[in-house]
Each structure stands twice: as C-alpha cells, then as structure tokens.
C-alpha cells in the first residue's frame, strides 16, 4: 500500500491510498496492428503475452511522483500512458510514465516492470469530466539524451482500448476496485527505443485547451 498526495486541477490537495497497483499492456485497439508489434518483439527475444490485453500486477509501492528515479544501467526507458486511480470519491486521472528495464524485458516482462520505479503526475483529473470526449485527449511524451531534446511517443487515446473495456476485462465488471491503480497502455515510439536523461509527459485536452504534465529525471546506478 502507498500514499500519494495529489492535487485536483484547481488546486485542492488530494491523499489518494492504492494498494493494487496494474499495468494494462497490448491494450490498443487495432487488434492487427497490436499482432504485429508483438510478432516484432517476439524476433528480438520477448515472450508474446498469454492474453491480449493482458494485465501485469505490481508492488504499488512502485508509485511516486518523485521528479528523479533511480534505475540500474542505462537500459530503461520511460512510456507515456494514462493512470486510472479508483477513489472512495470516484475514478481519478492521472498521467504516468510505465518505466521499463529494456534488457530485462527481453527475458520477463513483469520482472523489467517491477525493476523500476513508475512515476505519475501530481495534478489529477476527474474521470466523468472526460469521458464524453475520451478518444479526443492526446498523449506525448519527450526524451532527452545527450543534451538532444526529441518528441518520443505522440498519439489519440482513440488507438487504445477505451478504459471501461480495460475494467471489464480486468475485473468482469463495470468498476475499478477502490485502491487500484491502473496504467491503460501506451503509445508507438517515434525513432529508436531506449534510454533518456529525462522524459517529459502531456496528456491534452483539446476540448477545453488544458494539460496534464509532468517530467522527471533519470539516475543510472552502477552495477556491480
């Protein structure tokens, strides 16, 4: 179980428990284009999933919304995704980066997953202030390495499952436990995949011309 102290978008201070913590993965909504991808991975040594989506489980003591993590090498990389957060209050949306051990992904997914920390924003939204327009929010993300700021992963919430297709097919029902937090997948990388110095994340509203952002830092701990 952790605690993250939040903010709602006008500013009101937010404690949020989680004590279940899931990563949605091969959640997009093309079921060819998400065959492909896995096909392309599974050429550089990534087991294929059993299901599709399927659902990783997590330490939620994982969540942070520190703005520097500590990962082993420099062979992780962070994904843009939304962050679905279930309250006693209701469904809250945050945005998070699922930071990835890529030499270890090659081996045991859940186990590059659990290697890292996963940062997610300190300002939240509420969930029924977008389902309306859900598919029209854009999420991005940009890395910087070598001093060289790039765009890494950019597109529509449209390509993913929408999230209350990721709940029923997670839990059966219609609603996310309370305390469980859930990232619903994540964008194509735009170049090569790999490591940053940092990443930068957005998630925008076009509606109402507003934003979600958050960044943090990479530290590489030396291995012995």
């Keep these: 179980m952790t605690q993250l102290r939040l903010r709602t978008a006008d500013n009101q201070p937010l404690t949020v ?3 279940r913590l ?8 093309d079921a ?13 040594g990534v087991t294929p999933p059993a299901t599709v989506p399927c659902f990783y489980p997590l330490a939620a003591s994982l969540l942070t919304t520190d703005d520097l993590i ?3 090498r ?22 998070g980066s699922d930071h990835t051990d890529r ?16 940062p997610i924003s300190t300002e939240v939204w509420r969930y029924d202030d977008l389902v309306d327009h859900w598919d029209e929010l854009v999420a991005r993300c940009w890395r910087t390495r070598d001093g060289q700021r790039a765009l890494y992963q950019e597109g529509a919430l449209a390509s993913l499952l929408d999230p209350r297709d990721l709940i029923r097919k997670l839990t059966g029902g219609d609603s996310l436990p309370v305390g469980t937090a859930m990232f619903c997948g994540t964008q194509p990388v735009q170049g090569e995949l790999g ?6 994340f957005e998630l925008f509203d076009p509606r109402t011309n507003r934003s979600l952002t958050f960044a943090y830092d990479l530290h590489s701990l030396p291995v012995a």
Excluded: N
């Design 103 to 118: 030499k270890a992904e090659a081996y045991d997914v859940t186990v590059s997953k659990q290697m890292c920390a996963k």
């Design 70 to 72: 500590e990962v082993p």
């Design 32 to 44: 060819e284009g998400v065959a492909h991808h896995i096909k392309e991975l599974q050429a550089l």
């Design 195 to 200: 490591f940053g110095d940092r990443f930068e």
């Design 22 to 29: 899931i990563i949605a993965g091969w959640a997009g909504r």
């Design 74 to 95: 420099s062979d992780s990389s962070g994904e843009v995704e939304v962050v679905l957060l279930s309250t006693s209050g209701g469904l809250l949306v945050a945005l």
């Design 17 to 19: 428990t989680v004590d």
